[in-house]
């Protein structure tokens, strides 16, 4: 009987350090968002445009806090600034970057290139060609022989309008492409340091208040509306090393993304936030295409671009470059 018994007690001693080492590693996801992931905190570096208002959506409406992820933004001005730090690992994603640059430094072995979600398409007016109200300049025919201001030269800016130049039989070869940054391409105008400026929200409206500015070419019209021009990046090394956290970022981009889709109030709620564009102007700019999935044939258009203009030399692997998340 007292065998019996005390095999019943070291039995049950058993189960309880079992069950308490259970509930260690319990406590240990927890620690990771209680999903497992590799990493619960993530930086991310985000232009303050409308192309990754998906960031912010997620972040406001605790999308990524539903994932078991904690998501530091940190503003930068240029997306190619951050590329020195998510190589070093300093920033683990980079949000609304620009496919042009992240493709060509995934070409040159910069980087190897992982697109963790898509971020923003060309609709009419997205990116818009700037000129004072004086301008003589009112179709791409007029701005042969012009200097226009990129925010990055050969972009995904160069790109797109060269291909318009294209459709409307102007050789883009005749345009001076000028580096200005976003921020100070009002002053670049005003001050007849170039002819036009190829301006992005917030900027397009801001100038427009400031000097009169008006519109001499839409920058999202045929043959690039719907194109992709920037994205969620990160490295394949850090992809292939935190693929339930890359997971998980992407589940809740796509979520916010979903929702900018179905409710325009939410962007325009969010732009004020993190941009200089005030309620009232958002509530009429004109918003990008926000994607609601990873689509290789959507992004094969942006590639197929690049190689036709010379910005690529090689046709990328693009199975490699999409992050696809493993079952």
Same mark, same amino acid.
């Given at each position: 009987?007292?065998?019996?018994? $005390?095999?019943?007690?070291?039995?049950?001693?058993?189960?309880?350090?079992?069950?308490?080492?259970?509930?260690?590693?319990?406590?240990?996801?927890? #620690?990771?968002?209680? &999903?497992?992931?590799?990493?619960?905190?993530?930086?991310?570096?985000?232009? *303050?445009? @409308?192309?990754?208002? #998906?960031?912010?959506?997620?972040?406001? &409406?605790?999308?990524?806090?539903?994932? /078991?992820?904690?998501?530091?933004?940190?503003?930068?001005?240029?997306?190619? &600034?951050? !590329?020195?730090?998510?190589?070093?690992?300093?920033?683990?994603?980079?949000?609304?970057?620009?496919?042009?640059?992240?493709?060509?430094?995934?070409?040159?072995?910069?980087?190897?290139?992982?697109?963790?979600?898509?971020?923003?398409?060309?609709?009419? =007016?997205?990116?818009?060609?700037?000129?004072? *109200?004086?301008?003589?300049?009112?179709?791409?025919?007029?701005?042969?022989? %012009?200097?226009?201001?990129?925010?990055?030269?050969?972009? !995904?800016?160069?790109?797109?309008?060269?291909?318009?130049?294209?459709?409307?039989?102007?050789?883009?070869?005749?345009?001076?492409?000028?580096?200005?940054?976003?921020?100070?391409?009002?002053?670049?105008?005003?001050?007849?340091?170039? +002819?036009? !400026? =190829?301006?992005?929200?917030?900027?397009?409206?801001?100038?427009?208040?400031?000097?009169?500015? $008006?519109?001499?070419? +839409? /920058?999202?019209?045929?043959?690039?509306? +719907?194109?992709?021009?920037?994205?969620?990046?990160?490295?394949? +090394?850090?992809?292939?090393?935190? *693929? %339930?956290?890359? @997971? @998980?970022?992407? $589940?809740? !981009?796509?979520?916010?993304?979903?929702?900018?889709?179905?409710? $325009?109030?939410?962007?325009?709620?969010?732009?004020?936030?993190?941009?200089?564009?005030? @309620?009232?102007?958002?509530?009429?700019?004109?918003?990008?295409?926000?994607?609601?999935?990873?689509?290789?044939?959507?992004?094969?258009?942006?590639?197929?671009?690049?190689?036709?203009?010379?910005?690529?030399?090689?046709?990328?692997?693009?199975?490699?470059?999409?992050? &696809?998340?493993?079952?």
């Amino acid at each position: 009987m007292r065998q019996s018994l $005390r095999l019943s007690a070291l039995v049950s001693a058993f189960a309880l350090v079992l069950s308490a080492a259970v509930g260690c590693g319990d406590s240990d996801d927890s #620690g990771k968002g209680g &999903q497992g992931l590799e990493k619960s905190t993530i930086t991310v570096a985000a232009l *303050p445009l @409308a192309d990754n208002v #998906g960031v912010y959506i997620a972040q406001k &409406q605790g999308f990524f806090k539903e994932e /078991g992820l904690k998501v530091e933004v940190k503003p930068v001005q240029q997306s190619t &600034q951050a !590329i020195p730090a998510l190589i070093k690992g300093d920033v683990n994603v980079i949000a609304g970057a620009n496919y042009v640059s992240f493709l060509q430094a995934n070409e040159k072995g910069t980087l190897k290139l992982s697109v963790l979600a898509e971020g923003a398409t060309l609709s009419s =007016h997205t990116f818009d060609l700037l000129v004072m *109200p004086d301008s003589k300049i009112r179709s791409p025919k007029d701005l042969e022989g %012009k200097k226009v201001a990129v925010n990055i030269l050969n972009n !995904i800016q160069s790109l797109t309008l060269n291909a318009i130049l294209k459709a409307n039989n102007v050789d883009p070869s005749k345009i001076e492409y000028v580096t200005v940054p976003f921020p100070q391409m009002a002053v670049a105008l005003q001050k007849g340091q170039v +002819d036009a !400026i =190829h301006a992005v929200e917030p900027f397009t409206s801001g100038t427009e208040k400031e000097l009169g500015a $008006r519109v001499a070419v +839409d /920058g999202g019209t045929e043959p690039v509306t +719907d194109l992709p021009i920037s994205g969620y990046v990160s490295t394949q +090394d850090f992809a292939q090393k935190n *693929p %339930k956290t890359a @997971a @998980a970022f992407q $589940r809740a !981009i796509i979520k916010a993304q979903k929702l900018a889709v179905g409710d $325009r109030k939410v962007v325009e709620q969010a732009l004020p936030t993190y941009t200089k564009i005030d @309620a009232k102007v958002a509530g009429v700019i004109t918003l990008p295409g926000y994607p609601t999935s990873l689509n290789a044939t959507r992004m094969q258009r942006t590639v197929d671009l690049m190689l036709s203009d010379g910005l690529l030399k090689q046709k990328p692997d693009m199975k490699s470059i999409l992050f &696809q998340p493993t079952a």
